[in-house]
């Protein structure tokens, strides 16, 4: 079990996963951690994370970069959730720069965002800029993600999207409450299903202007509505 509690992580270097953090196996607990500035040539160039359970809290996932997947983070296999976290201006090569999620046969593995802001990430090669499942799996297992009281916004190429690696299981389900998902409406996943339950909105959260300063303006749509 890893615990990380009051850490700045930034600025390291990987030749291959996880330039922040790399975890394989066991439990993860994050709290008031900030992993920024950090790279890696393959998977996760600020997280790297795989075949565990976890928790990140209170936490920022900033300015990360990767050769490949998951710039901010890379989750394979994992059963994760996240409260209170800032995922922003991270760049990946491929797919999923905010966040990118390898979904395999195992029952257990889901990803679980409640309030979190995924903003302005770039996957200039890949898909989902926002985040990106990657479904692996052949077997009939059933996996529910969730995202609730969040902010999907500014991503590039698109906020949410998944590639498919594998086949012949049943479609996950991915539950959207109380969010703000720019083009929410327009999202259709391949193996993904999708609902967009009450509170759901496609509006310009209005950032405060100042760069890499994602607090909220007075007015904002998001505020007090979840």
Do not use: K, R
């Not at 393959?42 to 809290?57: A, D, E, R, T």
């Not at 500014?154 to 703000?180: C, F, V």
Request: charged share 10%; proline share 2%.
């Amino acid at each position: 079990q890893q615990n990380l509690y009051d850490v700045i992580v930034e600025n390291n270097y990987s030749e291959s996963l996880g330039g922040g953090l790399y975890s394989n196996g066991g439990q993860v607990n994050a709290l008031n951690v900030s992993f920024s500035h950090n790279y890696s040539m393959v998977h996760g160039g600020g997280v790297f994370l795989n075949g565990l359970q976890g928790q990140i809290s209170n936490s920022f996932i900033i300015g990360n970069e990767t050769d490949w997947t998951g710039g901010g983070a890379y989750l394979g296999q994992t059963e994760i959730s996240m409260t209170n976290v800032m995922i922003a201006d991270n760049i990946s090569s491929g797919s999923g720069s905010g966040i990118y999620i390898y979904v395999s046969n195992i029952e257990w593995v889901t990803l679980q965002l409640n309030n979190v802001n995924v903003v302005n990430n770039t996957s200039s090669g890949g898909q989902g800029g926002g985040i990106c499942y990657s479904m692996n799996y052949t077997e009939e297992v059933d996996h529910t993600h969730s995202i609730v009281n969040s902010i999907i916004w500014g991503n590039q190429p698109q906020q949410i999207d998944s590639e498919i690696n594998g086949g012949g299981g049943s479609p996950d389900s991915l539950i959207i409450a109380y969010s703000d998902i720019q083009d929410g409406s327009e999202i259709a996943l391949e193996d993904v299903i999708i609902s967009l339950l009450d509170g759901t909105i496609d509006e310009d959260p209005l950032f405060t202007l100042t760069e890499g300063d994602y607090n909220l303006q007075g007015g904002s749509p998001c505020i007090d509505t979840g």
